[in-house]
Structure formats: structure tokens, C-alpha cells
């Protein structure tokens, strides 16, 4: 529960050294040089400067001439796509199983995926900033993970239900990158990472309540869908959830350290704080970006009240850097929710790390007894899972790929700047390496304490919707309009590609 005295693989000082307690298997395949994505930390007060002038400018939307013209090119060149979708909307609810999917006019339907690109029914090509969602730091669909794959569906199938080598060896792995990780359980997705995690540290503390940053996303349990997207809007979308999951639930605003500490205070009288979980980069992979020191400075409210730590590193190990958000700020959390990356862009991609002693309480098998965190599933910690993970992790320590990727981000952040200042448009871009943030319409920054909230709700969201449409007309395909992902795979002319792209939207607004 105290901060941890390991050596987590800084990006500080000793940077890329390998940590102090690695003595096996990196070594055997990785070169061990692999870095950090982000080269220069951004400017927090400087960008929440810009979001604050963002959302208190007019927008600036794409016209109805511009609009129409995208929509014309979706009704002539992405019929196919038209048609599955609709064929989806008879037995799919809305026709659209990924909530970062494109939807305006239609959900796009893919049909190949290959490094920087991605192909679609129609036969379009898109350069993928989505990556799956963030997963795939070598490129989708990466050559060499994928022989791994296909020898070990070939050697004993995706499942047995049993022990595998694969499962020790990235367990072995992950702990070899995050020293913090001393014991490792796979699961099936962030979602039960998170559920995982704060089942634990209930158990270990005997406390009761969870802090969470208002406007974060940390998978869809019962407990966590508060304060989501934007801060301070509670238990808004927990429609179809008792109000006695929420109970114990409490966000505040992202940070607010101060607020924390009182909140930590009144809870002490309370039961007091199982938990504090948190993305160290911010709430939304950054979209309200944490200061360098944030998380240093919770490390120590957290020892101060007894709570654990938890960081949600679903999206930023191993996207950071093999260390992990860990890693390069140098701070020691308890528990580590992994997702995305830990399956190499494979499923099922989840887990939950941190101190054998907490995570002794997930013992699993048959004789397990006494204080246990009950987790479970089927096809958690299959060989499939294992072995992608294992061999994605292997291969982006060997090529530096978060860095690569980083570097990719650096350049298209920069690109998108000297566009946003050509054109005299409040849009706001930042990057945390790999993660680039692009907010064109500000609305992910409303306030729900600004009179103007309701009215500027809706053109702002409708126009996150027509500038991911614009975008992928054009050839590029965002997170939900708002973000990027960036990968090894975008190489200069890629990303120059891009930008192009992006200059024919933003010259439209
Ligand atoms: C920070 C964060 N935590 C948790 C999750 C949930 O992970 P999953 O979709 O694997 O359930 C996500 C998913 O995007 C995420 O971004």
C-alpha cells in the first residue's frame, strides 16, 4: 500500500535502463533500448488556456455546402458500407457494436487492416488513426505477432482451460517492464480489469469507498459509469444500474488535488478510500491533460489515507513506453489495469497487476480460500491472449516502437498546429506521444456549471460527427473525431499524407 520502493523503468534519469530487478527474459529477445513516446511534456496550463478559449469561441463548423459535398462522396463511394449497415440496424441494436465507431452517415464496414491502413467494403483506403482503439502500437494486423498467433492455434487452439507457457511468460514479461507487477492476472478486457482492481483493494484495505476523475472512462462496470465524459455529471448515464452500485462511487474534478484531499478527509470518517483510479496521463487518455506532478502528488494522498492507488493504464501501457505511464513518471501505483496493448491488438485483452500481497487475494483454482477477490472467466488468460500479448510486447520493446510512434505523434501534432494557426481556427491539438488530441468543437470541455451548457451540447457534439466524417472522406479515419492514434507504422510520408488530408477539412471551416 506505501509507495513502493522498486525502481520502476523511468524515463527520468536513468531513462531506458533496464529495471533494477531484471535479471531474465526481456533480455532474451528485446534489445532492451526501447524508450518513451513523449519527447516534450505539454504545456498543461497553456492548452487548458486554448480548450477555455475553444469553448467560448463560435464555433467553427464545417458549412452546409462543405457538408453536403462529404455527404455526396459517402453516397457514391461507400455504398457497400451503406448497404451492410443497414442490413446491421435489423439485428444489431443501432446497427453498431463499437461506441468509437463512425457513424455519420453510416458506419464504414472494413474489410482489411494492415499497418497504417485500413480498407473498407467499398474498397476505400483510410489511413487508421484509430488503431482498434488504441492497441496497436506496431500497426495493425503486424506480421510477425501474427505467424505467433496462427503456431499456437495450430499447436493447441485458442483455449484449453489450463495452464500455458504463454501465460507465465507474460506475466514474466509485463513484470519485467513494470517491476510494480509483481503478480499478474489476465482477463478479458479493461472493463474487468477495473472491476478486478477495485474488488482488491476493497478486500486488501476493508474500506469501501472508490475516487475516480470526473470525465474518465474506465470500462463499463456497474461501479465506473459515473462521472463519464464529462466531469461532474455523476450517475447521468448509469441508466439500467441500481443506485446502490453508485453508492460508494465519488468523482472529482480532474486536477483538482486539493479536492481530492478534502474528499479523501470526509471519506476517512466514512469507511474510508479503498481506491483512487486514475489514467495518469488524464481522464480520456489526456483529453483533460494532468499536469507533470499530478500523479506524484496523489501517490502521496494515497499513502497519507490508506487508499490504494489503481492506474487505469488500459490505453497508456504499453503505448507510453514498455514502463509503462508508471514508468515515465516515475511513480509506484499499487495496482495497474492493463487492456488494449496486453493482447498485442488481439482479444481478449485485459488485466490487473500490482504487489503480491494485494494480489494474493485473486487466488485462483479450486483449493483457493479465505479472503478472496473473486474473479473469473473462461476464456480469461487463454494461450491465444498470452501469446499475442507476449510477442506484441516482445516486438515493441525490439523495434522501439512506442517511441517510433511517439515520434509520429510529434509530427502530426506539429502539422496540426501550423494548420490550425494558417487557417486563424480556436482548435486545440496536444500529444502525449502516440496519443494526439485534436478539439475542434470543445464539447468534451463544456461545463456543466456554464449557463450555456444545454444550448452549446448539441452543435458541439453534432459537430464532432461531421468533422470524423470529413476527415474520413478525405481518407483518415480518428477516434470519434477527437483523437488519434498514432503507430509505428506511420512513417513521415504517412503522417504528411494525413495532414494533407486534414488541410483540405480545416480550409473548408
Ligand atoms: C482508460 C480505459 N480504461 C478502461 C477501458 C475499458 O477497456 P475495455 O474496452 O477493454 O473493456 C478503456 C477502453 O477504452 C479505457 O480507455
Given at each position: 500500500m506505501s509507495s513502493s520502493t522498486q525502481t520502476a523503468r523511468t524515463a527520468e534519469g536513468s531513462g531506458d535502463a533496464r529495471p533494477a530487478d531484471t535479471s531474465?527474459?526481456?533480455?532474451?529477445?528485446?534489445?532492451?533500448?526501447?524508450?518513451?513516446?513523449?519527447s516534450q511534456y505539454p504545456d498543461v496550463p497553456a492548452i487548458e488556456a486554448r480548450l477555455h478559449h475553444l469553448v467560448h469561441s463560435p464555433l467553427r463548423a464545417l458549412?452546409?455546402?462543405?457538408?453536403?459535398?462529404?455527404?455526396?462522396?459517402?453516397?457514391?463511394?461507400?455504398?457497400?458500407?451503406?448497404?451492410?449497415?443497414?442490413?446491421?440496424?435489423?439485428?444489431?441494436?443501432?446497427?453498431?457494436?463499437?461506441?468509437?465507431?463512425?457513424?455519420d452517415p453510416w458506419p464504414l464496414a472494413v474489410t482489411a487492416a494492415e499497418g497504417a491502413y485500413l480498407t473498407d467494403l467499398d474498397g476505400n483506403r483510410?489511413?487508421?488513426?484509430?488503431?482498434?482503439?488504441?492497441?496497436?502500437?506496431?500497426?495493425?494486423?503486424?506480421?510477425?505477432?501474427?505467424?505467433?498467433v496462427l503456431e499456437l492455434l495450430a499447436s493447441c487452439g485458442p483455449v484449453t482451460g489450463l495452464l500455458h507457457e504463454y501465460?507465465?511468460?507474460?506475466?514474466?514479461?509485463?513484470?519485467?517492464?513494470?517491476?510494480?507487477?509483481?503478480?499478474?492476472?489476465?482477463?478479458?478486457?479493461?472493463?474487468?480489469?477495473?472491476?478486478?482492481?477495485?474488488?482488491a483493494a476493497r478486500a486488501f484495505t476493508g474500506k469501501t469507498h472508490i475516487v475516480k476523475i470526473g470525465g474518465a472512462y474506465h470500462g463499463w462496470s456497474d461501479q465506473v459509469v459515473f462521472g463519464m465524459r464529462l466531469p461532474g455529471t455523476g450517475a447521468l448515464e448509469a441508466t439500467g444500474i441500481p443506485a446502490g452500485a453508485l453508492e460508494k462511487t465519488r468523482e472529482f474534478p480532474p486536477g483538482d488535488v486539493d479536492g481530492l484531499r478534502a474528499l479523501l478527509a470526509a471519506q476517512a470518517e466514512d469507511g474510508g478510500t479503498a481506491a483512487v483510479l486514475l489514467e495518469p496521463v488524464g481522464p480520456e487518455s489526456g483529453t483533460h491533460p494532468a499536469p507533470r506532478d499530478y500523479n506524484a502528488r496523489v501517490r502521496e494522498l494515497c499513502d497519507e489515507f490508506g487508499a490504494l492507488l489503481v492506474f487505469d493504464e488500459v490505453v497508456t501501457g504499453f503505448r507510453l513506453g514498455m514502463g509503462g505511464a508508471q514508468g515515465y513518471y516515475g511513480v509506484t501505483p499499487d495496482l495497474t489495469v492493463f487492456g488494449k496493448c496486453v493482447a498485442?491488438?488481439?482479444?481478449?485483452?485485459?488485466?490487473?497487476?500490482?504487489?503480491?500481497?494485494?494480489?494474493?487475494?485473486?487466488a485462483g483454482g479450486l483449493t483457493a480460500a479465505?479472503?478472496?477477490?473473486?474473479?473469473?472467466?473462461?476464456?480469461?488468460?487463454?494461450?491465444?491472449?498470452?501469446?499475442?500479448?507476449?510477442?506484441?510486447?516482445?516486438?515493441?520493446?525490439?523495434?522501439?516502437?512506442?517511441?517510433?510512434?511517439?515520434?509520429?505523434g510529434d509530427r502530426l501534432r506539429a502539422g496540426l498546429d501550423a494548420l490550425i494557426a494558417h487557417y486563424g481556427l480556436p482548435y486545440v491539438t496536444y500529444n502525449f506521444g502516440s496519443i494526439v488530441h485534436l478539439h475542434t468543437s470543445g464539447v468534451l470541455h463544456l461545463s456543466l456549471s456554464d449557463p450555456d451548457f444545454f444550448t452549446e451540447l448539441g452543435p458541439?457534439?453534432?459537430?464532432?460527427?461531421?468533422?470524423?466524417?470529413?476527415?474520413?472522406?478525405?481518407?483518415?479515419?480518428?477516434?470519434?473525431?477527437?483523437?488519434?492514434?498514432?503507430?509505428?507504422?506511420?512513417?513521415?510520408?504517412?503522417?504528411?499524407?494525413?495532414?494533407?488530408?486534414?488541410?483540405?477539412?480545416?480550409?473548408?471551416?
Open positions: 531474465t527474459s526481456v533480455a532474451e529477445t528485446g534489445t532492451g533500448t526501447s524508450g518513451y513516446a513523449i458549412p452546409p455546402e462543405a457538408l453536403a459535398r462529404y455527404e455526396a462522396w459517402y453516397e457514391q463511394h461507400a455504398t457497400a458500407s451503406k448497404a451492410l449497415a443497414a442490413e446491421a440496424e435489423l439485428y444489431i441494436p443501432g446497427g453498431v457494436q463499437h461506441n468509437l465507431a463512425l457513424n483510410y489511413i487508421d488513426f484509430l488503431q482498434a482503439g488504441g492497441p496497436t502500437v506496431l500497426g495493425s494486423n503486424y506480421a510477425p505477432v501474427r505467424e505467433k501465460e507465465v511468460k507474460l506475466a514474466k514479461l509485463i513484470h519485467d517492464f513494470m517491476p510494480a507487477v509483481q503478480r499478474f492476472r489476465m482477463l478479458g478486457s479493461g472493463t474487468e480489469g477495473v472491476m478486478a482492481a477495485i474488488r498485442g491488438g488481439y482479444p481478449a485483452a485485459g488485466g490487473v497487476g500490482g504487489s503480491q500481497q494485494v494480489m494474493d487475494t485473486f479465505g479472503k478472496r477477490a473473486f474473479t473469473g472467466g473462461t476464456l480469461s488468460a487463454n494461450p491465444l491472449s498470452c501469446a499475442a500479448g507476449y510477442h506484441a510486447l516482445v516486438e515493441m520493446d525490439r523495434t522501439d516502437a512506442p517511441r517510433k510512434a511517439g515520434a509520429a458541439r457534439l453534432d459537430m464532432l460527427g461531421q468533422m470524423s466524417m470529413a476527415y474520413a472522406a478525405e481518407g483518415v479515419i480518428t477516434l470519434a473525431g477527437s483523437r488519434v492514434y498514432t503507430s509505428m507504422a506511420d512513417t513521415d510520408e504517412v503522417v504528411d499524407q494525413a495532414l494533407a488530408a486534414f488541410d483540405r477539412v480545416f480550409a473548408q471551416a
